[in-house]
């Protein structure tokens, strides 16, 4: 991305993946960001076994899927708001429709439904097999503002792209 | 004996001996985040959870702080345990939903939950865990959780 212009969508997709790459727990867990546009935001979980919750029974931990929704839902805050802003999480939901299995990605769709001035409002959806959706998510995050965001916050999102530029 | 939370025996066992330690042994995701259980609750006032504060558990490197999600799936796992032992009779419970307050920053540093029973119905459960580090109160994050209370003998065909 050259300075001035607005970032496309592919210069987002390096930007979130910049932005999980420095979240140290979905780092080490290897999540992907396949697709960004301002409305939506698609990601991808390798399989690991320590995502399960149930050795026995080969169930993933409902815990994973909260932290998925979390993460993406969080991530999809960025490309909705004018420049991006540290957004902390104020609330989430999971609806958990049926329980993800061993031996598959988890795929997370998050979309951003309403930014207000003080608060991003989104929803997300997990699944591992198209059509078959494992939970929803609603999360709510708080908007802190330029103020409260570190200078150089959406530099060092797009820092890579600038040097190529 | 083969362990597993759809062995009736081994769960009655287990559960008879407040063996949580056996059941995190099976939870691959709670022993990655570093769950445990704290047994000696100085106050005496029932079981406490503990979720170590491990650098793989950290959602923003600027502040530093916990991530999010994964003090969420800590509390899922306690609320799991606690409910676990808390029932009339051994019962396998599944989440059904979650919903997460974040109250404060999580900080890197132990975390501390502790989780109430608020009903248990005969096919439905209600737990709900309050998440905190430096003193409880002035809580982290809260939750509620329901969950369908499976029958072991059931899950284990």
């Known amino acids: 991305m050259t300075h001035g212009q607005t970032p496309s969508d592919a210069d987002w997709r390096r930007a979130l993946t910049r932005f999980v790459t420095a979240i140290t727990h979905t780092r080490e867990l290897g999540l992907e960001v396949l697709e960004v546009t301002p409305e939506v935001t698609t990601m991808r979980l390798p399989w690991c076994d320590d995502l399960l919750g149930d050795t026995a029974r080969g169930l993933v931990h409902g815990g994973v899927l909260t932290m998925l929704l979390d993460t993406a839902c969080g991530s999809a805050v960025l490309p909705a708001l004018p420049a991006p802003e540290i957004c902390p999480t104020l609330d989430l939901r999971v609806d958990h429709f049926r329980p993800g299995v061993a031996g598959r990605a988890i795929l997370a769709e998050a979309r951003v439904i309403r930014v207000t001035e003080s608060v991003v409002f989104t929803e997300g959806i997990l699944w591992q097999e198209a059509g078959r959706p494992l939970a929803r998510g609603i999360g709510n995050f708080v908007r802190l503002g330029p103020r409260n965001t570190p200078d150089g916050f959406a530099e060092a999102l797009f820092a890579e792209e600038d040097d190529h530029a | ?157």
């Not at chain 2, 287990?14 to 769950?35: M, N, Q």
């Not at chain 2, 890197?108 to 430096?134: F, H």
Request: glycine share 8%.
């Open chain 2, 1 to 157: 004996m083969r362990e597993g939370f759809d062995n009736v025996e081994w769960l009655a066992r287990t559960r008879a001996e407040g063996d949580v330690e056996a059941w995190l042994a099976l939870v691959p995701y709670a022993r990655r985040i570093g769950v445990s259980a704290v047994s000696d609750d100085p106050q005496g006032e029932g079981l406490l959870f503990r979720l170590d504060p491990r650098e793989g558990n950290v959602g923003n490197v600027l502040l530093p702080a916990l991530h999010g999600g994964v003090v969420a799936a800590f509390m899922e796992t306690a609320a799991t345990l606690d409910l676990m032992l808390a029932t009339r009779a051994p019962r396998l419970p599944r989440i059904v939903d979650i919903s997460i307050d974040y109250l404060r920053t999580a900080r890197v540093v132990p975390t501390l939950a502790r989780c109430s029973l608020l009903r248990e119905g005969r096919r439905m459960g209600n737990v709900r865990v309050c998440a905190w580090q430096e003193s409880e109160a002035v809580p982290v994050a809260t939750a509620r959780l329901h969950f369908v209370l499976g029958d072991p003998a059931e899950a284990g065909a």
